[in-house]
Nanobody, 125 residues
Framework: QVQLVESGGGLVQTGGSLRLSCAAS????????MGWFRQAPGKEREFVAA????????LYADSVKGRFTISTDNAKNTVYLQMNSLKPEDTAVYYC??????????????????WGQGTQVTVSS
């Protein structure tokens, strides 16, 4: 089991920035990829970004490229999501996720085994 705890959400104005953190504990040695997803009211959970835990490669959704940056501090078992130039459409609950090696796409929820409880991000216009 891997436990994930997100923090850093909040209310910000359009154009502002936030940094989300996700601390992992438990059997983290099984982790191959860490991801961020978000879910707005009435919508499906959607992929935001992912990072390969040891290799360091990254993936981003087109909607956040150039504005969001995913990074890790492996010593702290923590993954971050730096969000800049925030827009009202970024408003959602943001979830951290971890997954092992699998044949599933890491840009979909099927690529992940463990999920955090979520943190609310609200961008006011």
């Amino acid at each position: 089991q891997v436990q994930l705890v997100e923090s850093g959400g909040g209310l910000v104005q359009t154009g502002g920035s936030l940094r989300l953190s996700c601390a992992a504990s438990g059997r983290t040695f099984t982790t191959y990829v860490m991801g961020w997803f978000r879910q707005a009211p009435g919508k499906e959970r959607e992929f935001v970004a992912a990072i390969f835990w040891r290799a360091g490669g990254t993936l981003y959704a087109d909607s956040v490229k150039g504005r969001f940056t995913i990074s890790t501090d492996n010593a702290k078992n923590t993954v971050y999501l730096q969000m800049n130039s925030l827009k009202p459409e970024d408003t959602a609950v943001y979830y951290c996720a971890s997954g092992g090696v699998s044949g599933a796409s890491y840009a979909t929820t099927r690529g992940y085994d463990y999920w955090g409880q979520g943190t609310q991000v609200t961008v006011s216009s």
